[in-house]
């Protein structure tokens, strides 16, 4: 009966990867998001250009832009629950500075002013209010 040879995998040089997930493009996680009954589709549909706006260009020319186009970091106190399933298991996501990602669904916060609360972790923009 022969025996079968199974092949193992070494690191190449016995090295880690440091740097395995460095996106060039912001990315969008709905994981966490609250729902709002009042949020009608029409903004639904503005949400979607918004993101597909902000996703299509690189990060660095993303975050030169000004507040109301981009994306700015804030210190705000936000008085909704965040889920709790977001803390569980990751140390890095303490909200000890109380920071927060906000993007304007509309630019010019016409017809509506409304904005999107997150927070950008490794560019990754987990939404939590709209």
């Keep these: 009966?022969?025996?079968?040879?199974?092949?193992?995998?070494?690191?190449?040089?016995?090295?880690?990867?440091?740097?395995?997930?460095?996106?060039?493009?912001?990315?969008?996680?709905?994981?966490?998001?609250?729902?709002?009954?009042?949020?009608?589709?029409?903004?639904?549909?503005?949400?979607?250009?918004?993101?597909?706006?902000?996703?299509?260009?690189?990060?660095?020319?993303?975050?030169?832009?000004?507040?109301?186009?981009?994306i700015e970091i804030e210190k705000i106190n936000i008085k909704k629950d965040i889920s709790n399933d977001f803390f569980l298991g990751n140390s890095h996501r303490d909200f000890d500075d109380k920071k927060f990602a906000i993007f304007r669904l509309y630019t010019n916060n016409n017809p509506i002013v409304a904005r999107v609360i997150g927070r950008l972790i490794n560019k990754v923009f987990y939404i939590f209010f709209y």
Excluded at 11 to 20: E, H, W
Excluded at 41 to 70: A, D, F, H
Aim: proline share 3%.
């Design 1 to 70: 009966m022969a025996t079968k040879r199974v092949k193992t995998h070494s690191l190449i040089n016995n090295k880690f990867c440091t740097n395995c997930f460095n996106p060039t493009h912001i990315k969008f996680n709905f994981s966490f998001i609250t729902y709002d009954d009042n949020f009608l589709e029409e903004y639904q549909v503005q949400l979607l250009k918004r993101i597909r706006e902000l996703s299509s260009v690189p990060y660095l020319e993303m975050i030169s832009w000004s507040k109301n186009i981009g």
